[in-house]
């Protein structure tokens, strides 16, 4: 079983504000968004937005949540010292949710370093 400690989260609201006003890359793949931005802390933070307008059911948002909890902790060792912020907007299907998340990883270890 994989941790997520607080020192692998977004915890505090000028942590989001940093990456939404000045975000070093922006991805946008349908209804998810990825913003990140480079920090000084020895690894990779992850923040989550999940709207209920999108997904309206209390389930499919902690599911989603923990689908995107999880492709962090896999990703997580290997991506640069940014925070991420991923915002899910409207409904997404599991599989299209993790294919976007593995390519927007894969997007940030390539652009950030």
């Keep these: 079983m994989f941790e997520f400690p607080k020192t692998a989260r977004l915890l505090r609201a000028t942590h989001y504000t940093d990456v939404f006003r000045q975000p070093d890359l922006n991805l946008t793949y349908g209804p998810l968004r990825l913003r990140a931005r480079k920090n000084r802390m020895a690894g990779a933070r992850l923040g989550l937005v999940v709207t209920k307008k999108g997904t309206p059911k ?53 652009e950030i370093s």
């Design 58 to 110: 209390a389930f499919r948002c902690n599911r989603l949540k923990r689908l995107i909890r999880e492709s962090f902790r896999h990703e997580a060792s290997t991506l640069p010292s940014v925070d991420i912020v991923v915002q899910v907007f409207a409904q997404i299907d599991d599989d299209r949710l993790c294919s976007s998340l593995a390519q927007g990883f894969d997007r940030i270890r390539r």
